[in-house]
């Protein structure tokens, strides 16, 4: 080990140190004894505190009293809210609130919230901390990394390039989402808490249901920027790297060729475009299982270093289990990997060791988590019992259902994989079958291992819950076009088919631009198909429905009678402020009524249809005038 390496890790230490230091001398602590809270967006505000003893808050002349979280709502048409508690609040007493344009779990109130000429430098600690983290790896992994190939570098490269590049185009064109909020707000609370060393319990009770990891990332984005677009650009990062590591898995599968098309295919199949660019789990899920897999196949490469390769793969699981509670079916995947991968004279050796994973997963999923620390089963009990809670119904195959059976994803799968792409799927299931590989059997139980989550009460949102069946479906995409391609015998036979297949997909994605969170492939009929069939869910996640809003604030006159019992995601309807006190539930009696798709409602005969946003022939939002 050069000397380099051998201080690394202290001078890692220091540097978190010295960065927690300067955010501890730089970073100004809210007084929140008394304000004024800045709005920048007229509409509903949630304002409260959280607290460990009785308090009690005057805003705008009305009072907040109790104890541990208490909050309400109040409508704002100017930039500013006075707040002011009655008696000296208590140490640990936060002010909280949810600003207009989000909702879920509230925020805590910063500096910057209190003043606007106080920007929010935790954004820049944590992404200090985030760079100190990563080069900490890079360094320990420097002569792993040096001994990857040119050709190889540079195909991770432009697949990385490509993949972050479509998500970055349109990045905010779709609209709000379910959830993005919540994972938002989440993140920047979970962020405050680790640059402050704040890991009392109450601190840690925001979308408890949910492991972590997640939420830190976004949460830096959080910090960046008051809206969605850091968050989401993380989101776009992450995903970018998964695709861009299907290019050595595909190498270690089989060839080059496959791993730079399955890296592309990856990088334009819908689905993934669309999880990449909402602040959400599938993200980092689709890092962290590319990441796992890697790890697991390149763990003979040195069979001195197994038992800390084998280290090194729990971690990723670890973390990819504090990212997502079904990310553990990453476990059992990278476990079979590295049983099947081990060479004759290696396989007894690795059997005794392959426990290490499973030790280093408790062990990094466990030091993840602060929530844990104290009573880890009791809060691990509270969080699955709220995830077990029965799920809205939803369309599948003709029916309404929240209890969908147990092959709902296996035809998810399918009825959002592109014809061209689902081609080369059968090709690659008829290599496979040819050639009976152990890669080949590793590629079916990528496939295969991340569906069991059927078993569990989360059947529903489409595709959402098996993005790793996702990237194994274009990478054995890829397994099939590259035979294809070899098969042809002509010096430009894979490159033409990378252009052909770039070329056609990237049609596919500007046909149901920008929103892909709600493609359906051709052999479904489309969207509009699946809309009027009831095949599967459409208009759900809120795509499109800031277009309708937009609408509504720009047409409607105040004091004009506004109805949003039409739209299912009620906390995306952000009117502008003057309509809040004529906003109601009442279609019968609005001058203007808009309907998200996929709440079934019911207009009145009368109402005359003004606006309406479509995706491939699908009404998403609709607005309606009486």
């Known amino acids: 080990m050069t000397r380099a390496g051998r201080f690394w890790p202290v001078v890692s230490v220091a540097l978190v140190a010295l960065i927690l230091l300067l955010r501890t001398l730089t970073v100004v602590t809210p007084n929140i004894a008394s304000g004024e809270l800045h709005i920048w967006r007229t509409g509903p505000v949630i304002v409260g505190f959280q607290s460990t003893r009785h308090e009690t808050l005057v805003v705008q002349g009305k009072k907040l009293d109790g104890q541990g979280i208490v909050k309400d709502r109040f409508i704002v048409e100017e930039p500013t809210l006075a707040f002011k508690f009655e008696s000296p609040p208590a140490p640990d007493t936060r002010l909280i609130w949810s600003p207009v344009g989000r909702r879920g779990d509230p925020e805590y109130v910063t500096a910057s919230n209190l003043t606007s000429d106080l920007p929010d430098h935790d954004g820049v600690f944590a992404v200090l ?10 360094m320990a992994q420097r002569a792993r990394l040096a001994a990857v190939s040119r050709e190889t570098w540079i195909a991770v490269g432009a697949v990385f390039a490509l993949s972050l590049v479509v998500r970055l185009i349109g990045l905010n064109a779709h609209g709000q989402t379910w959830d993005e909020d919540t994972n938002w707000a989440a993140g920047e609370n979970y962020i405050t808490n680790l640059l402050s060393l704040d890991f009392h319990k109450p601190s840690w009770i925001w979308n408890y249901e949910h492991p972590p990891v997640m939420k830190y990332l976004v949460g830096i984005g959080a910090h960046i920027g008051d809206t969605f677009d850091a968050a989401r650009g993380i989101c776009a990062l992450l995903v970018s790297l998964g695709c861009a590591l299907m290019v050595p898995i595909g190498k270690r599968l089989a060839n080059i060729r496959t791993g730079v098309l399955a890296g592309l295919i990856a990088a334009l199949l819908p689905p993934l475009v669309a999880h990449g660019q909402i602040v959400g789990h599938e993200a980092p899920t689709v ?50 990997i590295v049983v099947l991968k081990a060479p004759a004279e290696q396989r007894k050796r690795t059997l005794i060791w392959s426990p290490i994973m499973v030790a280093t997963t408790i062990a990094t999923f466990y030091g993840l988590w602060p929530r844990l620390w104290g009573h880890p089963f009791r809060a691990l009990g509270d969080s699955l019992h709220k995830l077990s809670l029965p799920h809205v119904p939803e369309p599948f195959l003709g029916h309404v259902t929240n209890t969908p059976p147990v092959y709902y994803f296996l035809v998810y799968l399918f009825a959002t994989l592109p014809l061209g792409v689902l081609i080369g799927v059968v090709a690659g299931i008829v290599r496979g079958v040819r050639e009976r590989s152990r890669d080949a059997l590793i590629l079916l139980l990528w496939f295969v291992i991340p569906l069991l989550v059927a078993a569990s009460p989360v059947r529903q949102d489409g595709v959402r819950y098996v993005m790793p069946s996702v990237m194994a479906l274009a990478m054995c995409a890829a397994y099939g076009f590259d035979r294809v391609a070899t098969l042809v015998k002509h010096s430009r036979a894979f490159t033409a088919l990378c252009a052909a297949l770039a070329l056609y997909m990237g049609i596919t994605l500007a046909r149901v631009y920008p929103y892909y969170l709600d493609y359906f492939g051709e052999l479904t009929g489309g969207a509009s198909n699946v809309q009027r069939l009831g095949l599967f869910e459409t208009a759900w996640w809120g795509e499109g429905l800031d277009r309708a809003i937009t609408y509504v604030n720009e047409h409607a006159k105040a004091g004009e009678i506004v109805d949003r019992s039409c739209v299912v995601p009620q906390h995306l309807t952000w009117f502008r402020g003057d309509l809040w006190p004529t906003v109601m539930n009442s279609t019968s009696h609005a001058t203007w009524i808009v309907e998200y798709v996929g709440a079934q409602c019911r207009v009145p005969p009368g109402a005359q249809k003004v606006f309406e946003v479509r995706v491939q022939g699908a009404p998403l939002a609709r607005v309606w005038h009486q």
């Open 129 to 138: 901390l985030l760079l100190v983290v990563i080069g900490s790896i890079l």
């Open 287 to 336: 890092l962290w299982w590319a990441l796992g897999i890697l790890l697991s196949l390149c763990a003979h490469d040195d069979p001195e270093k197994l038992p800390q390769r084998l280290a090194g793969v729990g971690i990723v699981v670890g973390v990819a289990v504090a990212s997502r509670f079904v990310n553990g079916l990453l476990g059992p995947l990278c476990v079979a």
